[in-house]
């Protein structure tokens, strides 16, 4: 039987040649994308309908307001209040005309906002849930394996134990090439199911929606200016406000509040965007089949070390626990001898 020396060197050896498959066969970029996919599939699964129903919550209660600002403009008392009440004939009208426009554009916001549909990212993040459950445990064991080889190598050098590498534990972190297409083609599956117009429709929409309320405060302003000549009373108006722009104001408030939680959905459409949409899948299922490929000789010839040196894994060894695997491995890549 090999010396502990001779062991460590040969196992070290092997492991070295592994972290330059991987680094050769570019698998740390597909691990990183990989990693990237599974947040994406997190924001897409955690998309709460909350936000949504609190902004159509606000947009009824502003179209409510103003439609009431649209008949009281037509009223005997009009629009102007306290010291401009006087003025109410000369006022009102200039107030109608600008309210109009506003109407029109909060009906293009309030259409934007029913247009979202959130049901068919919702049933995305479900899908891709099942398929990342397949592929990142997967891609994480085979991106570990030379991690995992090393440290089996370091505790022969630095313990004095003798741990015996598992190959046959390592041989489970592999597939054929026809499983790697057949995985891979279940995610391109998912990718064509979420339309790239869509994302960039709803994007559309949201961004509608949110400069409607941003520029909120500003426009409602404007809207209710007392117009020339007379514009040093505009701030007597905003002193002494009608009822309905106090309501709109109020309605502003809540809108801003809510917007940050709304933008969740933002960041889901970006990362899709960034991420998913046009990801060619190549770029993980290339690296994995080529690192598959060559972890499996070297594996091979780690078996091969073994068998030749007498140094099998004898069933009912205890695994030796100073070295844990990763979270999401299959199993433990040595057992003591």
């Given at each position: ?45 955690n998309?709460s ?9 606000i ?30 004939y000369?006022?009102?009208p ?16 309030e259409?934007?906002l ?82 790239a ?48 722009v ?10 801003m ?32 089949k ?16 073994m068998?030749?040196?007498g ?14 695997a ?12």
């Amino acid at each position: 039987m090999k010396s502990s020396q001779e062991r460590y060197v040969a196992i070290r050896n092997i492991a070295i040649q592994l972290q330059e498959d991987r680094s050769r066969s570019s698998l740390k970029s597909a691990d990183q994308l990989v990693d990237k996919i599974e947040e994406l599939k997190n924001t897409a699964s955690n998309l709460s309908t909350t936000p949504m129903e609190n902004m159509k919550q606000i947009v009824c209660s502003w179209r409510d307001s103003m439609e009431f600002a649209m008949i009281d403009s037509k009223s005997d008392a009009g629009m102007a209040t306290g010291d401009m009440a006087m003025c109410s004939y000369w006022y009102s009208p200039k107030v109608e005309v600008k309210l109009k426009q506003y109407l029109d554009d909060f009906k293009e916001a309030e259409d934007a906002l029913a247009a979202i549909k959130l049901q068919p990212f919702q049933e995305f993040g479900d899908k891709m849930t099942k398929i990342m459950h397949i592929i990142t445990p997967f891609v994480k064991d085979l991106h570990g394996l030379p991690d995992k080889l090393r440290d089996i190598a370091d505790q022969v050098s630095k313990n004095g134990v003798q741990p015996t590498p598992d190959t046959e534990s390592m041989k489970t972190s592999f597939k054929t090439d026809s499983e790697i297409d057949h995985i891979f083609r279940l995610l391109e599956r998912c990718q064509s199911q979420l339309p790239a117009d869509l994302v960039e429709a709803t994007k559309l929409n949201y961004y509608k929606v949110s400069e409607f309320f941003r520029d909120a405060g500003s426009r409602i302003k404007d809207v209710f200016a007392v117009p020339a000549p007379c514009c040093f009373m505009s701030d007597y108006v905003m002193d002494q406000p009608h009822v309905v722009v106090i309501e709109l104001n109020k309605h502003t408030q809540k809108a801003m509040k809510r917007l940050d939680e709304f933008s969740q959905l933002l960041d889901l459409l970006e990362s899709l965007q960034q991420t998913l949409i046009d990801l060619d899948v190549k770029k993980i299922s290339s690296p994995v089949k080529q690192f598959t490929s060559l972890a499996k000789l070297r594996v091979q010839s780690l078996d091969e070390f073994m068998n030749a040196n007498g140094v099998r894994p004898v069933p009912g060894d205890e695994v030796d626990d100073t070295v844990i695997a990763e979270p999401g491995t299959s199993c433990s890549c040595f057992r003591s001898s």
